[in-house]
T-cell receptor, first 110, second 116 residues
């Protein structure tokens, strides 16, 4: 059984700070990793994906992958109140369906 | 979301009645999925389809059935609704699952189902 774990939060950060969201996964063979943002009452929307070890940056977002330690993280720089949402980590193994984590609720305080 | 619609958006039904939720896409994607989302559990896969008339079970398929007679439509049926099936149901589509998929899943707006 492939598992994806996230701290459910809520994670509270002040406006302008860096928010760090973490995700661990059980299957060492996992290949692709996605981060989704979900506002309350809305559907998940894709923020970033990463395949290779290291960092991947897109604007204020940075995804970090460490396959040896089996974790993937999402950093949000200069956090804004509009970033307040639940962030879902999704992990895929060898073309199979994604397994989603339970999500971390982020609250950015003005 | 553009290219994928779910209906109905909200439904209240009685225990023991059958319920069908519809997912319609205009993207011509091969893969379609039904998830349920509950507090503390995140998104859990119910059933998925990898082509017309090709479907398979997910991790929480008991009490649910699906059909896909056309590329664009994926139906989820609760054969005899129970209170434990009260949830938010999301449909998702993708071109290719896994490695090489740079777009992930695109989700519909969801259906909030309440079984009383």
């Amino acid at each position: 059984q492939k598992e994806v774990e996230q701290n459910s939060g809520p994670l509270s950060v002040p406006e302008g700070a860096i928010a760090s969201l973490n995700c661990t996964y059980s299957d060492r063979g996992s290949q692709s990793f996605f981060w989704y943002r979900q506002y309350s009452g809305k559907s998940p929307e894709l923020i970033m994906f990463i395949y290779s070890n290291g960092d991947k940056e897109d604007g204020r977002f940075t995804a970090q992958l460490n396959k040896a330690s089996q974790y993937v993280s999402l950093l949000i720089r200069d956090s804004q109140p509009s970033d307040s949402a639940t962030y879902l980590c999704a992990v895929n193994f060898y073309g199979q369906n994604f397994v989603f984590g339970p999500g971390t609720r982020l609250s950015v305080l003005p | 979301d553009a290219g994928i619609t779910q209906s109905p958006r909200h439904k209240v039904t009685e225990t023991g009645t059958p319920v069908t939720l519809r997912c319609h896409q205009t993207e011509n994607h091969r893969y379609m999925y039904w998830y349920r989302q509950d507090p503390g559990h995140g998104l859990r896969l119910i059933h998925y389809s990898y082509g017309v008339k090709d479907t398979d079970k997910g991790e929480v398929s008991d009490g649910y059935s699906v059909s896909r007679s056309k590329t664009e439509d994926f139906l989820l049926t609760l054969e005899s609704a129970t209170s434990s099936q009260t949830s938010v149901y999301f449909c998702a589509i993708t071109e290719v699952p896994g490695q090489g998929n740079s777009r992930g899943y695109t989700f519909g707006s969801g259906t909030r189902l309440t079984v009383v």
